[in-house]
């Protein structure tokens, strides 16, 4: 892998670092709004630990994909399949994976971007 993927991965390694005690802040957040996590008889089971794991693989598939466009829109379908899994069960648990999954990984690519455009093609330009 050249310097180039490595310094647009950065961002991709900072979102996935970010999202678990984001997820934690979250959590406790709901407990304070709502109550504790199965205070309506509804348990979350193995949930937390899923949408981390999704997270992570999505932010993996996500930097490989070379083209904004088709990032955009894997990124959509990730939500999409988040929206799926929630809804109409847990909407405040669908509202808050997908705005803090799509949010960070938006970021991620965004300032993956950003690092490509600042640091790459200035470069390319100048030759």
């Known amino acids: 892998m050249n310097i180039r993927r490595l ?3 950065i961002p991709h390694l900072i979102v996935c670092a970010l999202y678990v005690p984001l997820h934690n802040y ?3 957040l709901y407990i304070d709004i709502y109550g504790g996590l199965t205070s309506r008889g509804i348990g979350i089971g193995m949930t ?6 999704y997270f992570v693989l999505m932010n993996g ?3 490989f994909i070379s083209r904004l466009k088709f990032k955009l829109i894997f990124v959509s379908l ?3 399949l988040i929206l799926y899994y929630f809804l109409p069960h847990y909407p405040v648990r669908a509202m808050a994976y997908t705005l ?3 949010s960070l ?3 991620a690519i965004f300032f993956g971007q950003l690092l490509d455009q600042l640091f790459f093609r200035r470069k390319k330009d100048e030759i």
């Open 48 to 53: 937390p630990d899923l949408m981390v794991q």
């Open 100 to 102: 803090m999954g799509g």
């Open 105 to 107: 990984t938006f970021a």
């Open 7 to 9: 310094v647009v991965l």
């Open 61 to 63: 598939i996500t930097f």
């Open 78 to 80: 990730m939500l999409a």
């Open 26 to 28: 979250g959590v406790d």
